[in-house]
């Protein structure tokens, strides 16, 4: 790993009804939709129930993600106001590590077991498991659609930098520029690069802070700063 770029900076009820329960529904209602000649209704009933079940699924993977994050933000030691909390951080890391697993392999291609997907491979950065950390990121970009692919590139380019891989770095960090999202700005893009390539070309690294700091954005403090760090010119 290059000396620029630490493990640490890459780091970042309701109760749905039983399936049984919907199906139930539907034959009791057996009877009127034959009494009405049911064509219409019969059709009706499945399109409302296909919504019924989308949403009823979507409130299950909402649900898991939200126990996930939980477990994650959960302290070690006395819980705090009756809240979870774990022995230690090595028990807290394995059950946070379950959690998103299960998440991201009983719902894999929804959104949130893309999350799921996004948050192991931060999990595997944070343990210095690299490789494994890209092919989730790398599964994120292919799929998870515009604003989880562009966290996940933001990822990959600082994994790109620690593993000396400046050009695939730069690559995927002008993309994020060209194309921003709610989730990656452009300011945060190149800002991102600014710090990736500090040590090697400081004289672009200081052009982009620069044009950060007096671009009265969200970024300029951080560039200004940002600044102050770069060797003396």
């Known amino acids: 790993m290059s000396d620029h770029l630490s493990r640490k900076e890459l780091k970042h009820d309701t109760v749905a009804p039983s399936l049984d329960e919907v199906f139930t529904n ?35 993977r909402q649900q898991a993600l ?25 028990a807290k890391k394995e059950a946070v590590i379950k959690a998103y697993t299960k998440l991201s392999t009983d719902h894999a291609g929804s959104a949130e077991g893309y999350i799921a997907e996004y948050a192991l491979g931060s999990l595997d950065v944070d343990n210095g498991k690299l490789a494994d950390a890209r092919k989730k990121f790398e599964d994120v970009i292919s799929g998870g659609g515009a604003e989880y692919a562009s966290m996940a ?28 999202t709610a989730m990656v700005s452009k300011n945060q893009a190149n800002f991102a690069l600014a710090r990736g390539i500090a040590a090697k070309d400081p004289a672009e690294a200081r052009k982009l802070l620069i044009a950060m700091a007096e671009s009265k954005s969200e970024i300029s403090q951080v560039a200004v700063q940002a600044l102050g760090e770069l060797p003396p010119q």
Not at 164 to 177: I, P, R, V
């Open 153 to 180: 590139r933001l990822a990959l380019a600082q994994i790109a930098f620690a593993e000396d891989k400046t050009d695939e770095a730069k690559k995927l960090l002008k993309e994020l520029a060209d194309n921003p």
């Open 26 to 60: 539907v034959s009791s209602h057996k009877s009127q939709i034959t009494k009405y000649g049911g064509a219409i209704l019969a059709v009706a009933l499945v399109v409302g129930l296909t919504v019924y079940y989308r949403d009823y699924t979507a409130g299950v």
């Open 66 to 90: 939200g126990d996930a994050i939980q477990t994650q933000s959960a302290p070690v030691g006395a819980a705090q106001g009756g809240g979870p909390s774990f022995p230690s951080e090595a």
